[in-house]
């Protein structure tokens, strides 16, 4: 059977009555599939407007589930989400950019998901939605390892939360793989800071595909947090004990080793990009 509700409320019925796939760009559903058919129930939530939206509401920013990295890409947002708008540019291809959703992002949990290191350091939460009612979940609790989330067979994740307090500063997001486009990162940082004149007030760092899942390095921020940016930070960033917050692989597209060594150079450059930002816009001398 195939379902496409056009509101919320028939899509959270029609999964509490039986076990359904859900499908929204289907750029990752589609590749998975070893059969000639999906082989399953479908619930298609692509016509349901309220997820495609993105609002603010009275401490947060909602970012609706169904909306895709080019529509995430052409909304105006403040400057925290340069990351996030970077990010989106290097998801695929251009296609799959036009249909690719933000919560299918988070729900497939790919250990290289691009979008979960830029949300982990914008401190989102995902809402979850039933007929049971709604719960919201920390983005770093919804996530639990490779492919494996929090998300109940009757529910939809239906936004991604923003606090208006983590929309301040600027932000970078970093990505290494074996071309630009169309491909696997074999790691990737996202970088959000804010300053004080020229002293970082407050920071956040994440890493993505050195791990089961993204990571945010609490430590490295907490050591750079004081620091004048126009001082050297190399030190710092490369003296941070990596192993104990990451654990990268082996696998085709790199080394345990090299992702570690890589970490550290994509820290740094991101770090580097977002100050550049702050001075472009005449924030700091």
């Given at each position: 059977m195939y379902y496409r509700p056009e509101n919320i409320n028939d899509a959270i019925t029609t999964l509490s009555k039986g076990e359904l796939t859900i499908a929204a760009g289907c750029t990752d559903l589609f590749p998975t599939t070893q059969e000639d058919s999906l082989g399953s129930n479908i619930l298609d939530i692509s016509a349901i407007k309220s997820l495609k939206s993105i609002t603010i509401e009275k401490e947060f920013r909602r970012i609706g589930s169904g909306v895709t990295w080019t529509d995430l890409e052409n909304e105006e947002l403040p400057n925290c989400y340069d990351m996030l708008k970077e990010c989106s540019l290097q998801v695929g291809s251009r296609q799959i950019?036009?249909?690719?959703?933000?919560?299918g992002n988070l729900c497939n949990a790919s250990p290289a998901a691009d979008g979960v290191p830029c949300l982990l350091s914008l401190d989102a939460s995902v809402e979850l939605i039933s007929t049971n009612g709604k719960r919201i979940l920390k983005l770093d609790d919804f996530i639990k390892g490779s492919r494996n989330t929090e998300l109940k067979k009757n529910e939809i994740l239906s936004a991604i939360l923003i606090p208006e307090k983590a929309e301040r500063g600027h932000s970078s997001f970093v990505k290494l793989g074996a071309r630009k486009y169309l491909v696997i990162s074999i790691a990737m940082v996202a970088c959000k800071i804010n300053l004080d004149g020229d002293v970082i007030s407050d920071i956040a760092i994440s890493i993505g595909s050195c791990s089961a899942v993204a990571r945010r390095l609490g430590e490295l921020e907490n050591t750079l947090i004081g620091k004048?940016?126009?001082?050297?930070?190399?030190?710092?960033?490369?003296?941070?004990?990596?192993?104990?917050?990451?654990?990268?692989?082996?696998?085709?597209?790199?080394?345990?080793?090299?992702?570690?060594?890589?970490?550290?150079?994509?820290v740094k450059n991101s770090i580097i990009d977002t100050i550049k930002k702050f001075k472009k816009k005449g924030q700091y001398e």
């Open positions: 950019q036009n249909l690719g959703t933000i919560g004048n940016v126009n001082s050297d930070l190399t030190q710092d960033i490369y003296n941070f004990d990596y192993k104990n917050h990451i654990s990268p692989i082996n696998d085709i597209r790199g080394t345990d080793a090299y992702r570690l060594e890589v970490a550290k150079v994509l």
